[in-house]
């Protein structure tokens, strides 16, 4: 994947977060919004004082003429921080029979990091593989971008056939992304989740609470269900490994793709996150764009 085809998708991506109802469009302008007592661009409402408001806020005519205390609630419109965590880990170098997972994260953190610049977001991002990671603080200029979208880019070529270094899990990126969210942040992760444990939803629990998370988990049909014949051959770029795909073998392999697709499911079902699905096989700006309108 090069610079220049993930500078390209800028086009694609203007009509993502434009035409989606809120709440289920995660890319809908409309989060920028923020209440705020007293003071803002536009008048929401009244409602009584609570214990804690800023008295600057009160409302003294409505005070006096309700003989109870009343504040003014106002809205104004904030820049948004977006945090793209993208997986180019050597599990993602693998597609059976469209582009490889990697690629499809790629143009997926592209099309996404477009669409909220045009909203007036501030994009950050944390690409990562199995050896190192880059990181880079919010900004919203086409210079930033295009520097965020060259690493990404040089990530993605990175990847090889030839096993060594994989295996890493996710939990070392979470880690980091715990110490540096605040609050009031749209997270998109953009990964195939392959070795996701107990220790990394522990890790997304807190940052759930107070910000909109978004996964993008992408995966490949032959991870979910192997071809029904004779002498398979499969290989990691070092060894191989010949078996029937109507054995014991690819039955085993089939519960295990399905007890991993119900962790995530039931992820998505508990916290209040939305997991989208993003497979290889269909052009990733279309399903981005269907993700909108149906949220999980």
Known sequence: MSLAELMALEEAAKSLGAKAPAPVS?????????RLLGQGSTFEEMRPY???DD????????????GRPYVRLCSEERERRVLLVVDQRQSMFFGSQGKTKS??????AALCAWACRHQGDRVAALIFNDRRSEMFAPGSSRLHLSRALAALAG?????????GGGGQTLTPWLSRIASRVTRGWL???????????????????PLTSDNQVVMLQISDPLERQLPQMDNLVVSDGDRQLRFDGGGPVASAYRRRWLRFDARFSLLADTLPMTRIAVTTTQPTDLQLRASLGTGR
Do not use: M, Y
Not at 26 to 34: C, E, I, K, Q, V
Not at 103 to 108: G, H, K, L, P
């Open 26 to 34: 995660w890319l809908h302008p409309g989060a920028h919004r923020s």
């Open 55 to 66: 008295i600057r806020a009160l409302d003294w005519k409505l005070t006096l003429r309700a």
């Open 50 to 52: 609570q214990h804690g």
């Open 103 to 108: 690629v499809i994260a790629a143009e997926a």
């Open 155 to 163: 990530f993605n070529q990175e990847l090889t056939a030839v096993a």
């Open 187 to 205: 997270l998109i992760l953009i990964s195939d989740g392959l070795g996701w444990g107990d220790e990394d939803t522990q890790l997304l629990k």
